[in-house]
């Protein structure tokens, strides 16, 4: 048996180790139960600790494994006309609540393996987004991406890619993904500038934001909650009110602005001018000072408002969602800039995963081909079997990088891979070639000087790739990704050892 060599040790090694950040270490695919995906925030599962991301394995002692699992015990339970006792078990923890309900949780299989699958592949909605009549530096693009990511994490959406892109003439843009969102949903989170004023005839008392908001009560029912709903205009309508707490400036301005103020007439209760709250300079709300608070450093207010809809469920959930933003406002402030959309895209996770499969059977099918010509062109067994398992490990690794990285794989990206297989099989072949040119050289002598051409291809290839980092508003920076990595581990790794395994075949 041949003594392996040291590059083919590296080759073996690093083999090993993709495999292990593809599926993990246990495998995955052999975990038992159903992946949380989101939870309801002001449910009771949620205020019990059930979040995103954990793993359920059984609910009252009964297994679950599949997603059928969960909602056969599930529908046995619920709805109910009194609190229920669940008892969800996870992967790492035991949650019980009481509800009526059926838990507001989303779900799906635990995937097979740690890779991530980009937009083209998942579905969603993609927009590509600068600000509106003014040239942002890359301090200041990064500065928008960061207040849109805490945005978009009070809000409770997950899964979200919010990252900074330029093109080659170095615009910034801000490159949003959404998985599963639709164009019309993601146009509107994008397009709200989210600036809040609280208003006392035409004197500012605060803005949203840590500068005048020290804290907004949320997902607490002593201090936000729905109050009342209410049949109105053949419809329903509910209110909601939560407490907010302003800083000491903000809350000596309302003391300063209110102690200028006389008393209601009609309402002799309250003062004579109401507290407006205005968003994106639309008068949202108006409330009404007590006049207790006239004159009084007071850092507690409540913002009440309402949501509108066909039936009170309808209108409990525009309430909820209304709230919702009403309190990230607060919460995060205004976005710094006006932005405007320069590309808005949906795609469909249908269409992706079909083009995944044509793309893999398509590869698989070419690989294959490959071989047999391989074999046919050099009547050696040993070398196209050598080829073939070289241009698998080639893309076992690539993979294996990327699940490490948190790269997300899209179609560009697989096309990438695709193009650093034929690349790489093309580098096999002009070595297989000079190892078997009838020149007075050694076989070492042979791969060397097959190498050295190999060598000028990979710097070739790199130059001509880095360009499309930014080329299209790093749209294109999947493939260029992937590429530059396939082509580097072709010259690092797999090269290397398939030149050694050919040497060992040729002697």
Not at 57 to 75: L, N, P, R
Not at 290 to 318: C, F, H, N, P
Not at 383 to 403: C, Q, R, V, Y
Request: charged residues 20%; aromatic residues 6%; neutral net charge.
């Amino acid at each position: 048996m041949a003594k392996l060599t040291f590059r083919i040790w590296v080759l073996i090694i690093v083999l090993i180790l993709s495999l292990i950040s593809i599926f993990g270490l246990p495998p995955s695919f052999l975990e038992k139960g159903i992946l949380i995906t989101s939870v309801e925030q002001n449910s009771s599962a949620f205020e019990q600790g059930l979040r995103q991301g954990q793993i359920i394995t059984a609910i009252d002692g009964k297994s679950v494994e599949t997603i059928d699992d969960f909602s056969k015990i599930i529908q046995e339970k619920y709805p109910s006309d009194l609190d229920i006792k669940t008892i969800i078990q996870t992967k790492d923890s035991e949650i019980i609540f009481f509800s009526k309900q059926v838990p507001e949780i989303t779900f799906s299989n635990i995937p097979k393996t740690k890779l991530k699958a980009g937009l083209d592949i998942s579905g969603g909605a993609r927009a590509l987004v600068q600000a509106k009549d003014k040239e942002l530096s890359t301090e200041e693009v990064n500065d928008l991406v960061a207040i849109t990511k805490n945005r978009f994490d009070v809000y409770g959406i997950s899964a979200i890619e919010v990252r900074p892109v330029s093109d080659l003439a170095g615009n910034h843009f801000m490159l949003i993904e959404i998985p599963g969102a639709t164009q019309k949903g993601l146009k509107q989170l994008i397009e709200q500038q989210g600036k809040f004023e609280a208003k006392i005839g035409n004197e500012t008392v605060f803005i949203g934001g840590e500068r005048d908001v020290a804290s907004v009560c949320r997902n607490d029912a002593t201090c936000a909650a729905i109050t009342a709903c209410s049949d109105a205009n053949g419809g329903s309508v509910c209110n909601f009110q939560f407490s907010v707490y302003l800083s000491n400036v903000a809350a000596e301005k309302h003391a300063e602005i209110t102690k200028k103020l006389g008393i209601n007439e009609s309402v002799p209760e309250y003062l004579s001018k109401p507290l407006d709250l205005y968003v994106d300079d639309k008068l949202v709300d108006t409330l009404l000072i007590s006049k207790d608070l006239q004159g009084r450093v007071t850092t507690q207010i409540s913002i009440s408002g309402s949501g509108i809809g066909a039936t009170q469920e309808e209108a409990y959930a525009a309430a909820e969602e209304n709230m919702n933003k009403l309190q990230t406002i607060l919460i995060t402030g205004s976005l710094p800039y006006k932005l405007e959309i320069v590309k808005l895209d949906t795609i469909s996770p249908i269409l992706g995963k079909q083009f995944i499969k044509i793309i893999l059977l398509a590869g698989l099918g070419a690989l294959l081909a490959v071989a047999i010509v391989i074999f046919i062109r050099y009547r050696k067994f040993k070398e196209s079997m050598a080829l073939l398992l070289t241009s698998f490990s080639e893309i076992i690794i690539i993979l294996g990088i990327a699940s490490m990285i948190d790269w997300n794989l899209d179609l560009l990206s697989i096309a990438g891979i695709l193009a650093t297989v034929g690349t790489g099989i093309d580098q096999q072949i002009i070595i297989l070639d000079e190892s078997r040119i009838k020149v007075v050289l050694s076989v070492k002598e042979k791969l060397k000087r097959a190498f050295t051409i190999i060598l000028s291809a990979y710097f070739t290839a790199l130059v001509s790739l880095l360009p499309l980092l930014w080329a299209g508003a790093g749209l294109l920076k999947g493939f260029a990704i992937t590429t530059i990595i396939g082509i580097t581990i072709g010259i690092l790794i797999t090269r290397p050892a398939f030149t050694d395994i050919v040497k060992k075949i040729e002697e």
